[in-house]
């Protein structure tokens, strides 16, 4: 019996070790489409087509304590109805004034985004992951 507590406070120690060394865990992803409606203006930074791209759906969300929070997000974008150089900037870009163009072009991108609460401090970064064929189902 004293044998078992000591394995179970082991594998505690262990499992409490590791988040604080800074290892991911797996959050909700449907937690985090305002997260991703944050990242808008990065994705569009990292992307050249004539239309804004838009989130449709955060596939997976994970969770990362360091010097603050790191949230990794796979976003699933698409094309949206606003044109870049149209009167809609990045920063500006909401569900309800750019909505998504009917058979657009879809993408994967993963989403950084630490935050430093404390000090007011956010950074975003974006990087495409893939194209998404018309066919795949999310
Ligand atoms: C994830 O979050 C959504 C929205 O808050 C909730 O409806 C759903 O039950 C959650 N899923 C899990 C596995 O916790
Ligand atoms: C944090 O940043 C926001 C937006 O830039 C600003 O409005 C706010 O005053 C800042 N708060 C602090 C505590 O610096």
Do not use: H
Request: with cysteine; aromatic share 8%; hydrophobic share 40%.
């Amino acid at each position: 019996m004293q044998y078992a507590c000591l394995i179970v406070a082991l594998v505690f120690a262990m499992t409490a070790n590791g988040q604080m060394a800074g290892g991911l865990s797996n959050a909700n992803a449907s937690e985090y489409t305002g997260s991703a409606w944050k990242s808008v203006p990065e994705i569009n930074g990292q992307n050249n087509g004539a239309d804004y791209l838009v989130p449709i759906k955060v596939l997976k969300a994970q969770v990362q304590v360091v010097a603050g929070t790191n949230t990794i997000l796979e976003v699933l974008v698409g094309e949206s109805t606003c044109a870049k150089g149209g009167p809609i900037q990045a920063k500006q870009i909401t569900a309800a004034n750019c909505p998504l163009k009917a058979n657009g072009q879809r993408a994967i991108y993963k989403v950084t985004i630490w935050e430093k609460v404390w000090e007011n401090f956010t950074q975003i970064t974006a990087e495409k992951v893939r194209d998404v064929k018309p066919s795949e189902q999310f």
